[in-house]
């Protein structure tokens, strides 16, 4: 897979997909990306909508932030590995946390990926779809 | 660059008690106080002693022989001078004092402390007494006997010697029994003296040692709390500077994330006429000129405070290389240079490294040749042999003078550090890669000619990850037999 392409304008059509942020911008950013190549973005403002959303909605994948009132990403992080029906969902975690263990942290936490904000909007979706294609294998023949 | 370290707190000896001072002032004392129970103890039993031997009490038992040798005399004078106007009754009085100052004789405490020759003179007295008994009431009943008057004279005049001699020797036994009495207790008291003036100083010494001992512990222990207040300050210190990293790094990223997405989203709408994408150009360069500011701060607050941890983790070097490339090909857009990139098939699949500070390195120096550069190509080559992963960043850049090659690693210095400053900066890009590097125990070196672009090369020491060989089967392969 070369990491070098760009990410063709249908390539997510039909992925419903959900954003946690209790940032409405950051919300927003990600939102007109994920569009951009045709995903259904749900958004949630805090971990507990955030967690609702996942359950009723079971998206292709999750993008959450960490630091959020209400439940945290630590907390939403467990409570959908502690819930079989939604385990299997890979959820990224996007934060401007970026100190040296925060990364370790998520990995140890259960995130499937772990992305630093400010996001390079031009290559997001690409990075993303990037560390996805371990968990979706469709990836493999969208981004060549 | 410098860590804090915390102070050391001074070891306190907890178990001075066992110092040498202490335990030989404490034997000393323990034995000076048993000398003086001792002498004590044996002083008053000699006191007791003494005052047996010498009946030395006062009571009549205190001369019992001479008061006895004095009435036996009495009666004698009586005896022999008035034979005429005989008195019976006056005559029994005299013999009933002479018989209760025999009896004192016989006193056990009396008796007790009598020597065996004065016991021997008291059995010589018993017969006389004996005798002087019958003649007395013989006497009595015929005071004209001449016969009689004259053998009880006589006898009484024997008994009355016999006592006087037997009190001589029992005052000099008592007299010498005194003088060693007085000369023992006079020992005694000046040992006593000795040992209580001793004991005294003793005392005084080990109070002394004592507020000396404690004077110690408490200045150790005023030591010991400050050092560790200190230590515990210095703690509250470091951690409040994590706490403000931590805090800083989320705070300024966060607005970041929202002006450089939007300013992404816009430029690709394709909507922007010529002027407003330029202008949305110079915003984007400007916010991502404002992120790196806030990463090297952030990342030389880190290494300053000596917080920055190597953390390696299992990465592809394919895949950060490819990283790097994706976000450095926008400034090669921006400023229309040449960018390839050359990775090394031999480089392994996986190696163990912190992905954080390699990327640093790259990204940096790959900004460094983006910035100096306003005309012709960068290009960034991964080379690896023998465990070594060369990075090795060209640029046709302004280049650095010879004089200068190692003044870049320092903080803050630019090959140019006028006010003018036409590349800008912080000129903490070089230096963070210089620490990561060396942490890293890798080198970094630079070959450079003004006008003739830069090459750096840093060589890092990698382990590459074994891969258990696994064979994966898909689904379409399986074939039924």
Known sequence: MSPYSTVPENALAGWRVVVIDDEPDALEVAKILLEMVGATVLTAENGLDGLELIRTERPRFVVSDISMPEMSGWDLIDAVQKDRTIADIPVVALTAHAMSGDREKAFAKGFHYYLTKPLRPETFVNELLRLLVNDIPELLLMVK | ?481
């Open chain 2, 1 to 481: 660059m410098t860590a804090i370290a915390p102070a050391k707190a001074p070891v306190t000896r907890r178990f001075v008690f066992l110092s040498p001072t202490i335990t030989i002032l404490g034997i000393v004392g323990i034995l000076l106080l048993v000398a003086v129970i001792a002498l004590i103890g044996t002083m008053l039993r000699q006191i007791e002693a003494n005052r047996i031997a010498t009946g030395f009490n006062f009571s009549t038992a205190n001369r019992p022989f001479s008061q006895l040798e004095h009435e036996a005399m009495q009666t004698l004078v009586y005896v022999t001078e008035n034979p005429e106007d005989f008195d019976a009754a006056r005559f029994q009085q005299d013999l009933d004092v002479l018989a209760s100052r025999w009896e004192v004789v016989f006193w056990p405490t009396v008796q007790a402390v009598f020597p065996q020759d004065i016991k021997d003179n008291i059995d010589e007295m018993i017969p006389m007494w004996d005798s002087i008994q019958d003649l007395s009431a013989e006497w009595m009943a015929d005071p004209q006997n001449e016969e009689v008057h004259a053998e009880l004279a006589q006898l009484l005049s024997d008994f009355s010697l016999l006592v006087f001699q037997t009190d001589v020797r029992y005052q000099t036994i008592r007299g010498l029994t005194l003088d060693n009495f007085n000369q023992s207790t006079e020992n005694l008291l000046v040992a006593l003296t000795i040992v209580l003036v001793l004991l005294v100083g003793f005392v005084i010494i080990a109070a002394y040692a004592m507020y000396r001992f404690v004077q110690a512990q408490r200045s150790a222990e005023a030591k010991t709390r400050a050092a560790l207040a200190a230590e515990s300050a210095a703690n509250e210190t470091s951690q409040f500077k994590d706490q403000f990293l931590a805090v800083m790094s989320h705070e300024l990223r966060t607005p970041l994330n929202a002006i450089i997405g939007f300013l992404g989203i816009m430029g690709m709408s394709g909507k922007l006429d010529e002027r407003n994408t330029h202008m949305l150009q110079r915003t984007r360069a400007n916010a991502e000129r404002l992120l790196i500011l806030i990463n090297d701060i952030l990342d030389l607050s880190k290494i300053e405070a000596g917080r920055m941890e190597l953390v390696p983790s299992a990465v592809s070097p394919r895949e950060l290389v490819g990283r790097w490339q994706t976000q450095m090909e926008v400034l090669a857009k921006q400023k229309d240079l040449k960018f390839t990139v050359t990775i090394d098939p031999h480089l392994p699949d996986e190696i163990m490294i912190d992905e954080n500070a390699v990327t640093k390195i790259g990204t940096n120096l790959l900004s460094n040749a983006f910035k100096f550069t306003d005309e012709g190509e960068v290009s960034l080559e991964s080379k690896y042999s023998d465990r070594q992963w060369y990075i090795i960043v060209r640029d046709t850049g302004i280049g650095i003078p010879a004089h200068m090659h190692n003044h870049i690693f320092e903080s803050f210095r630019q090959v140019d550090n006028s006010f003018k400053r036409p590349y800008g900066g912080t000129g903490l890009g070089l230096p963070i890669v210089q620490h990561l590097v060396k942490a890293m125990n890798g080198t970094v070196r630079v070959d450079s000619e003004p006008g003739k672009g830069s090459t750096f090369t840093v060589t890092l020491p990698v382990e590459p990850v074994e891969k258990a060989a696994a064979p994966t089967v898909s689904v379409s392969q399986l074939q039924p037999a």
